[in-house]
């Protein structure tokens, strides 16, 4: 069992910004199973997390590896007799297909898969700046009775006027009538990203509205790479990673449909590296029971490793912002970019990409899974998991996904036995 033993420090408020820092004594004592460990023949560093489904099978993506070298989709199914069997369900980068998936997957209710990739598509070099390899594409996997999948590209991105790149952890979100709804960090009229919805049409295609064109103008965001949120009246919450001012490090938002196809944009929160408070979220936000919002970002906050930050909103529309925990102080985890899962008792759970004690992969620390949990109002933080030693994985870029019985499940970007990568389970 490794403990580490941090000060607690506490800001007054500043204005609407109410700021508190806590590092707190923590003991690591969670068990650790590798599911998967990927070959590249099967796919290799996956930059996604993975969904189950109802029956208790694992989905994720990997962005490099498989046939054609540029991606795999796959299942993971637990087998009767202990332990999971793997299946490629699709091999990205053949003709027009996608490639480089670096989106997780989302299911609907008839059991059809729908992502994102990167790269290829129906639009070649020069449609996006920097990406030869198209501009990414939007997707949809889906079963037979023999047991095969089939790909349906549902749209390509076009870049110039359209997005481009779909990347990070990043997910489509899907509303009750079938719509899917996503962000791409590049491309659109402006050059800095747009959120977009998809909506299937009567004929079987599909219909791409633009919801937003990012500006980099006043205090509008510039590249969403987030998962977005629906709250209860149909409003879509997301960050940006860059933009919103002249410090040009990120914002949260909100987008509220007006009718007519129409959204409007309020933007919640500025980040700026003024004072002790994080920027550069690269994850999106999630919501508790009570209607607030809750987050990380990579950089910033008193251990200059990122933040977890609570937004809550007032009977006057505008929104609070508290720090709850300072990452990358005495020898714990750093850069919280792969965002943060909420149990029903409202605790806190997250990966950091670097960070921790082990270190024989990396000079930085292998990352680490954590908790945040409140005790009599005080948020403390526990790094639940290590990773980075030999044979493990390390690099964790994908929050994790809770089952009904609290354990969690993720990925690894790297390590592994054959260094590729690898699906975990972390028990506390």
């Known amino acids: 069992m490794y403990c580490k033993m941090s000060p607690l420090s506490r800001f007054a408020p500043l204005a609407l910004i109410a700021t508190t820092f806590l590092f707190v ?3 690591v004592q969670a068990q650790e199973t590798i599911i998967d460990t990927f070959n590249f023949n099967d796919g290799s560093n996956p930059r996604a997390g993975v969904i189950f489904d109802a029956a208790g099978n694992l989905y994720g993506t990997t962005m490099g590896g498989g046939k054609f070298q540029l991606g795999t989709a796959f ?3 637990p087998a009767a007799g202990g332990g999971w069997t793997e299946t490629v369900l699709h091999n990205f980068g053949s003709g027009k297909d996608g490639q480089t998936p670096q989106s997780g997957l989302v299911m609907d209710g008839a059991g059809n898969l729908y992502g994102m990739t990167w790269g290829g598509g129906a639009y070649g070099s020069g449609s996006c700046a920097g990406q030869e390899l198209g501009c990414g594409i939007v997707f949809e996997l889906s079963p037979s009775s023999s047991g095969e999948w089939t790909e349906t590209v549902l749209h390509s991105f076009g870049g110039k006027g359209d997005g481009a790149g779909p990347q990070g952890s990043t997910s489509l979100v899907l509303d009750a009538a079938g719509n899917l709804y996503g962000t791409a960090p590049n491309g659109g009229v402006h050059g800095y990203g747009i959120v977009f919805e998809l ?3 009567s004929g079987g295609g599909w219909t791409e509205t633009i ?10 965001g510039a590249n969403p790479v987030s998962t977005l949120v629906f709250d209860a009246a149909g409003n879509l919450y997301g960050t940006t990673e860059n933009g919103g001012g002249p410090r040009d490090r990120g914002t949260v938002f909100k987008l509220t449909p007006k009718g007519g196809g129409k959204w409007g944009q309020t933007v919640l929160h500025v980040f700026s590296v003024d004072g002790n408070g994080g920027f550069d979220p690269g994850s999106g936000v999630i919501f508790d029971a009570a209607g607030n919002l809750y987050g990380t970002t990579g950089e910033g906050g008193r251990g200059e490793g990122g933040t977890a930050y609570e937004l809550s909103p007032s009977t006057t529309g505008r929104w609070t912002i508290k720090w709850l925990y300072s990452f990358g102080a005495n020898g714990g985890g750093s850069a919280p ?9 409202g605790n806190i759970y997250g990966t950091t990409e670097i960070g921790g ?10 990352g680490t899974v954590f908790k945040l949990a409140q005790v009599d109002g005080v948020w403390k933080e526990t790094d ?17 996904v809770l089952d009904s019985a609290g354990n969690l499940y993720g990925t690894t970007f790297l390590g592994g036995a054959k260094r590729y990568g690898m699906v975990y389970e972390v028990t506390p």
């Open 25 to 27: 004594a923590v003991c």
């Open 75 to 77: 299942e993971l199914s």
């Open 199 to 201: 909506s299937p049409t």
């Open 211 to 220: 919801l937003h064109q990012f500006s980099n103008v006043g205090v509008d």
């Open 337 to 345: 970019w792969p965002g943060i899962v909420m149990d029903s008792a």
């Open 357 to 366: 004690p082990n270190h024989e992969y990396t000079i930085d620390g292998g």
């Open 384 to 400: 639940l998991y290590n990773f980075g030693n030999i044979g493990d994985g390390y690099s964790p870029n994908a929050a994790p």
